[in-house]
Each structure stands twice: as C-alpha cells, then as structure tokens.
C-alpha cells in the first residue's frame, strides 16, 4: 500500500511557475507508476499526466504537453510535476495518484486506488 501527500501549490500569476510534489511512503513506491489528476470546481476529475516506474516513459494530457513535466526520484520516494506557462484553465486542486496495478502506466482514473489529498493551485490572470 502506498500513502501519498502532495505540496507545492499556490497563488501564480498567468504565465507564472509552480512545481508540486508528491512524497510518498512504502517500500515498494519504486515499483509503481504514478499519476498526477486535476478537478476544478464544477468538473470532473482529470487525467494530467503519468510516469513509469523508472521514469524512462510518461504520457500527458494534450491539454498540459508542452508546458507541464512529470519526473520521480526514487531515492527520496517522491514524483513531482513542473507546471510552466501556467494558464487560468489550469486552476483546480491536483492530485497525485498510484495504480491499482502498481507498473501499469495508465491515464485511466478508475485503474488508480491510492490517492492523496490534494494540493490547491489558482492561476490569475
């Protein structure tokens, strides 16, 4: 099982910078992929990117290509997400996420079970 926190969000301006963080706890965070979600007010929650488990592969919304970058260290048991060129659009509460299946790299949300509980990021623009 696999307990995650996220940190990192905030207040940016349009155009602005944020990176967040997720740390996460167990032995075995090595072996799995992880994801970042999103849910803004009103809406449902979406996918925003995923990683393997090495790194070495990872899948983005086509909405965040371009502007956003997920890389982990398995070192310190941390994913984190680069968001660049931040957007109103992009405000919503981001999540990460561990699959059920702990190396299937997926952009599915229901093949997630583990979740975090979320970090607020507001762009202004």
Do not use: H
Not at 7 to 27: D, N
Not at 82 to 92: F, G, H, I, R, V
């Amino acid at each position: 099982q696999v307990q995650l926190v996220e940190s990192g969000g905030g207040l940016v301006q349009a155009g602005g910078s944020l990176r967040l963080s997720c740390a996460a706890s167990g032995r075995t965070f090595s072996m799995y992929a992880m994801g970042w979600f999103r849910q803004a007010p009103g809406k449902e929650r979406e996918f925003v990117a995923a990683i393997n488990w090495s790194g070495g592969s990872t899948y983005y919304a086509d909405s965040v290509k371009g502007r956003f970058t997920i890389s982990r260290d398995n070192a310190k048991n941390t994913v984190n997400l680069q968001m660049n060129s931040l957007k109103p659009e992009d405000t919503a509460v981001y999540y990460c996420a561990a699959p059920r299946s702990m190396k299937v790299l997926t952009t599915t949300l229901d093949e997630y079970d583990y979740w975090g509980q979320g970090t607020q990021v507001t762009v202004s623009s």
